[in-house]
């Protein structure tokens, strides 16, 4: 099974259609973004790509025009409704879904309201999810398993909204960039009537590369295979505005044949966060789980837990990378009541992870695969995919398990077998 990897090269900035359009150059067929995106938005919009040239580079632009006249306002609630329900590959939702809530939780905090409740502005709405979930498709179409982005150029002075005058970095984009490396970047303020001011990361883009990159970091060593550029809509004569994606073959896809030993991974390091609460309305609990495994924790647990004075309780585990840390913390002290929390670093070795999808009666079930150095270790259907087709289907959701298990093993996926060509990331 060879591994994809994709490096986001923002120096010049990112914003949603930028990314989309790099992706597309890099390979990324329209078709499949279109497919996704009228999957959750239906006929409302038209996504089209055309060729241009950036400070003399040339490039691919993505138009996202809306079809309807007065496109409804949409709060991330109404966005996940319609994400939830759109035929889309899991990973694709998944990504999506995350975007969107990374999104919303970086506006809700500027704006001084709950993630439920913002709104993404009528066209804007549109804009942002075709180039969310049409980047998200691409990345699937083009079959990446790992993503890393450089430092991102945020731009300077002030841009124009229907809110008046904000700074740049927006707010939001501000938000978004916490914990990773940032800079001006050389977009130099000019006024609008010279091509606008100098905004080069929109909140759009910031949300998409937070959660799709993994780690900040230079080009990684690769085999470089493709190159893919993404055009802005200005062209300032100083710099390309562009957003370029590197895609290439890690080392590992050069190395020798696996050995007998499937557990090579090296450990990573991460954060765990702790916090023991003993009087939070346990009603509460599902919904901090959620919103933190949504702002990027690698895992979010609860340990019941018998406390000082007698007192039934839990600890709050909280699984995260360093760079994740200060805003899980803010979230932790936002939503439970506790008055402190406690930081330790643990290693984790994990296994590389994959999904592909199975068919299971009339629907399909995305099962999730772990590997190590080619060999499957884990194969385990979604529950979530396995809950929503028995419900729909009003089959115990039992038998729906099993047959997923019944289906992944006759494809072939069973532990110790070869790590399949189409693992999806
Ligand atoms: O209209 C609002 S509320 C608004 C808020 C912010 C904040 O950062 S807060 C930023 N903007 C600007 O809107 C455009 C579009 O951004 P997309 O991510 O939707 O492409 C961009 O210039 C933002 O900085 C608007
Ligand atoms: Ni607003």
């Known amino acids: 099974m060879s591994r994809r990897h994709a490096w986001i090269d923002a120096s010049a900035g990112v914003a949603g259609d930028m990314l989309l359009g790099a992706l597309l150059d890099a390979g990324a067929t329209l078709d499949a973004v279109r497919t996704a995106v009228h999957a959750v938005a239906g006929e409302?919009?038209?996504?089209?790509?055309?060729?241009?040239?950036?400070?003399?580079?040339?490039?691919?632009?993505?138009?996202?025009t809306a079809l309807v006249a007065e496109p409804p306002a949409r709060t991330w609630r109404d966005v996940r409704a319609m994400l939830g329900r759109a035929a889309l590959p899991e990973p694709v939702?998944?990504?999506?879904?995350?975007?969107?809530?990374?999104?919303?939780?970086?506006?809700?905090?500027?704006h001084g309201v709950t993630p439920d409740d913002v709104h993404f502005h009528e066209v804007g709405a549109l804009d942002a999810i075709a180039d969310v979930v049409g980047s998200c498709a691409a990345l699937h179409d083009l079959a990446v398993t790992t993503v890393s982005a450089g430092p991102v150029a945020l731009g300077s002075g002030s841009i124009r909204t229907r809110h008046g005058r904000l700074p740049v970095p927006a707010p939001a984009v501000a938000e978004l960039?916490?914990?990773?490396?940032?800079?001006?970047?050389?977009?130099?303020?000019?006024?609008?009537?010279?091509?606008?001011?100098?905004?080069?990361?929109?909140?759009?883009?910031?949300?998409?590369?937070r959660t799709l990159a993994e780690v900040c970091e230079p080009l990684p060593p690769m085999t470089l295979d493709t190159v893919g550029v993404g055009a802005g809509g200005r062209d300032p004569a100083d710099h390309a505005n562009v957003v370029r994606v590197l895609l290439?073959?890690?080392?590992?896809?050069?190395?020798?044949?696996?050995?007998?030993?499937?557990?090579?991974?090296?450990?990573?390091?991460?954060?765990?966060?702790?916090?023991?609460?003993?009087?939070?309305?346990?009603?509460?609990?599902?919904?901090?789980?959620?919103?933190?495994?949504?702002?990027?924790?690698?895992?979010?647990?609860?340990t019941p837990i018998l406390m000082k004075k007698g007192r039934p309780a839990h600890v709050l585990s909280v699984l995260c990378r360093a760079g994740d840390a200060d805003l899980l913390r803010e979230r932790i002290f936002r939503d439970t009541s506790t008055l402190g929390i406690r930081q330790s670093a643990?290693?984790?070795?994990?296994?590389?992870?994959?999904?592909?999808?199975?068919?299971?009666?009339?629907?399909?079930?995305?099962?999730?695969?772990?590997?190590?150095?080619?060999?499957?270790?884990?194969?385990?259907?979604?529950?979530?995919?396995?809950?929503?087709?028995?419900?729909?289907?009003?089959?115990a959701e039992r038998a729906v398990l099993q047959e997923a298990l019944a289906a992944a093993a006759s494809a072939g996926l069973v532990a110790g077998a070869e790590v399949p060509a189409e693992l999806e990331s």
Do not use: C
Request: glycine share 12%; no cysteine; proline share 7%.
């Open 44 to 64: 409302t919009v038209a996504v089209s790509a055309r060729q241009v040239t950036r400070a003399g580079l040339r490039a691919l632009k993505v138009d996202v």
């Open 177 to 209: 960039a916490r914990g990773w490396q940032v800079s001006a970047g050389d977009g130099k303020w000019q006024p609008a009537s010279a091509g606008g001011g100098g905004e080069l990361a929109t909140p759009t883009g910031m949300a998409l590369l």
């Open 346 to 395: 643990p290693e984790r070795v994990a296994l590389a992870r994959g999904f592909v999808e199975v068919a299971v009666g009339e629907g399909r079930i995305a099962v999730k695969l772990g590997h190590a150095d080619g060999v499957l270790v884990q194969v385990m259907p979604e529950f979530a995919d396995v809950a929503a087709l028995a419900r729909r289907t009003g089959r």
């Open 248 to 302: 290439g073959l890690p080392p590992e896809n050069e190395a020798p044949a696996p050995t007998a030993a499937p557990m090579s991974a090296a450990p990573e390091a991460l954060l765990l966060l702790e916090a023991n609460v003993d009087d939070l309305d346990p009603r509460l609990w599902p919904g901090v789980l959620d919103g933190l495994l949504g702002l990027g924790a690698a895992d979010a647990w609860l």
């Open 93 to 110: 939702r998944r990504n999506a879904v995350a975007v969107f809530a990374r999104l919303a939780e970086a506006e809700a905090r500027v």
